[in-house]
C-alpha cells in the first residue's frame, strides 16, 4: 500500500531550526512536495523535490533521499508565524498525490 | 501566482437540505479540479478528481451519488452534497492544475467549512 509517515507534532523555539522528517511508500514516484497549512485554512505551496539533494529557498529548505524513501524540510531563523502544519505529500506513478497527515509545529517565544 | 477561489468560504445547513460548492480557476484554466475533505486534525483526503467536460473519477468510499461534481468549463467545478447530514460536517478544499500527466503544482481554494446540523 502507499503510505507517508511524518511525525504529529514538534515544538520549537523562535529563532531557532528545526527539521521535520518523512518516510514515503508510493506506487511509482514522480516527486514530492511540501505544504503548510495554517489552521482553518487550505494548504499552500513550499516545496517540491524530485531528485536527490538539498533544495533551498529562503530559511525553508527540503531534502530527498529517493533510495532511502525519506525527505525532510528545514525551517531556519524560526518565526511565530511558522506555527502550523506541515503536510508532506508524494506524487505516484500516476501523478496522484498521496498526503501524510501533517505536523503540528508549535513555535513558543 | 495562480488563484482558486471558492464560495461559499461557510455554510450551515439543516440535515437532509443540499448544498453547492463552487471551485473557481481565476487567472488562468485549470485542467483538473480536486476535491478534498479534511476532518478536524487530520490530513487532506481526497474525494475526486475531475476534468472538464467529463465525469469525475470517485476514490474509493465515496459516494458519487451524494457528492455530485459538475466540471462544465475550465474555470468552474462545482460540488454539491446532496441530502447532507451532520457526518458530512467537514472542510471542503478544492484545487486545480494546468497541464494533464506530468508534475504540477496543485493551487488551492481557501476552502469551505460546512456544518450540518
Known amino acids: 500500500g502507499q503510505n507517508i509517515d511524518q511525525p504529529t507534532e514538534m515544538t520549537a523555539t523562535e529563532g531557532a531550526i528545526v527539521q521535520i522528517n518523512c518516510t514515503y511508500q508510493t506506487s511509482g514516484f514522480n516527486g514530492l512536495f511540501w505544504y503548510q497549512q495554517h489552521a482553518g485554512e487550505a494548504p499552500t505551496f513550499l516545496s517540491y523535490?524530485?531528485l536527490d539533494g538539498l533544495e533551498e529557498k529562503g530559511r525553508f529548505s527540503s531534502f530527498l533521499s529517493r533510495s532511502k524513501g525519506y525527505s525532510y524540510l528545514l525551517l531556519k531563523e524560526l518565526q511565530m508565524k511558522d506555527s502550523a502544519s506541515y503536510l508532506c505529500a508524494g506524487l505516484d506513478s500516476n501523478y496522484q498525490l498521496i498526503w501524510g497527515a501533517g505536523t503540528k509545529l508549535i513555535i513558543k517565544p | 501566482g495562480a488563484v482558486v477561489s471558492q464560495h461559499p468560504s461557510w455554510v450551515i445547513c439543516k440535515s437532509g437540505t443540499s448544498v453547492k460548492i463552487e471551485c473557481r480557476s481565476l487567472d488562468f484554466q485549470a485542467t483538473t479540479m480536486f476535491w478534498y475533505r479534511q476532518f478536524p486534525k487530520q490530513s487532506l483526503m481526497l474525494m475526486a478528481t475531475?476534468?472538464?467536460?467529463?465525469?469525475?473519477?470517485?476514490e474509493q468510499g465515496v459516494e458519487k451519488d451524494k457528492f455530485l461534481i459538475n466540471h462544465a468549463s475550465l474555470t468552474l467545478s462545482t460540488l454539491t452534497v446532496t441530502s447532507a447530514h451532520p457526518e458530512d460536517s467537514s472542510f471542503y478544499i478544492c484545487?486545480?492544475?494546468?497541464?494533464?500527466?506530468?508534475?504540477?503544482?496543485?493551487?488551492f481554494g481557501p476552502g469551505t467549512r460546512l456544518t450540518v446540523l
Open positions: 523535490n524530485v
Open positions: 475531475s476534468n472538464e467536460g467529463s465525469k469525475a473519477t470517485y
Open positions: 484545487s486545480a492544475t494546468v497541464g494533464a500527466g506530468e508534475v504540477n503544482e496543485q493551487f
